[in-house]
């Protein structure tokens, strides 16, 4: 079993930036590719951004490329989504989530694919 716990979510002007973490603990890390995917409100939780086992290959949704960075410190088992330049479209509940891989890149992420859930963090931005 892996656990996850997100945090640093909030309320942020639009044009404004957070930053997401995700602590995972229950198995090696580096053993998984981490995802981030978000739900908004009367919409379908969807891919938002990826990360390889080491760090190395990085996938965005096209919506935020430019803005949001993913990154992971497999010393401290955590993931991070640095949010920049946010909109009030970014609004919904964020989740980060893993999937166990042999794989060196980076394989395609689903929702579907993903082992592991957090239970989300919540971002509002307001106009």
């Known amino acids: 079993q892996v656990q996850l716990v997100e945090s640093g979510g909030g309320l942020v002007q639009a044009g404004g930036s957070l930053r997401l973490s995700c602590a995972a603990s229950?198995?090696?890390?580096?053993?998984?590719?981490m995802g981030w995917f978000r739900q908004a409100p009367g919409k379908e939780r969807e891919f938002v951004a990826a990360?390889?086992?080491?760090?190395?290959?990085?996938h965005y949704t096209d919506s935020v490329k430019g803005r949001f960075t993913i990154s992971r410190d497999n010393a401290k088992n955590t993931v991070y989504l640095q949010m920049n330049s946010l909109k009030p479209e970014d609004t919904a509940v964020y989740y980060c989530?893993?999937?166990?891989?042999?794989?060196?890149?980076?394989?395609?992420?689903?929702?579907?694919?993903?082992?592991?859930w957090g239970k989300g963090a919540l971002v509002t931005v307001s106009s």
């Open positions: 990360i390889s086992r080491s760090g190395g290959s990085l």
């Open positions: 989530a893993a999937a166990f891989t042999v794989a060196f890149g980076l394989p395609p992420v689903t929702e579907g694919g993903m082992e592991y």
């Open positions: 229950g198995r090696t890390f580096s053993n998984y590719v």
